[in-house]
């Protein structure tokens, strides 16, 4: 069996090496940043982008008898939510 020689010296393979560990550390401590010292304020950034349930009512009639008599009638009602991660001051606005 033949060997070929390598066309690579051993001063390309070293550089090419340490520019890959380079950026694997680089890497990892951008991990390292996000995930551990950058946690509160991202925690505090996903605690106010939830997901939240909001109902509307359906627009209804009045309900009337076969005299044209009213039974039931629309009246308005107002539901107040505060969501502790949306509000700013929070001693000002309650």
């Not at 340490?18 to 304020?41: C, E, N």
């Not at 909001?54 to 044209?68: H, K, W």
Request: net charge positive.
């Amino acid at each position: 069996m033949l060997k070929t020689d390598n066309l690579v010296s051993f001063k390309q393979y070293l550089f090419v090496l340490s520019v890959t560990w380079l950026l694997m550390i680089i890497l990892i401590s951008r991990y390292f940043q996000l995930q551990i010292i950058g946690h509160d304020q991202y925690s505090k950034k996903a605690n106010t982008n939830r997901i939240r349930k909001v109902t509307t009512s359906a627009p209804r009639g009045l309900i009337l008898d076969r005299n044209r008599q009213i039974l039931v009638d629309n009246s308005p009602t107002y539901i107040l939510n505060a969501i502790p991660g949306e509000l700013d001051e929070k001693r000002k606005n309650i």
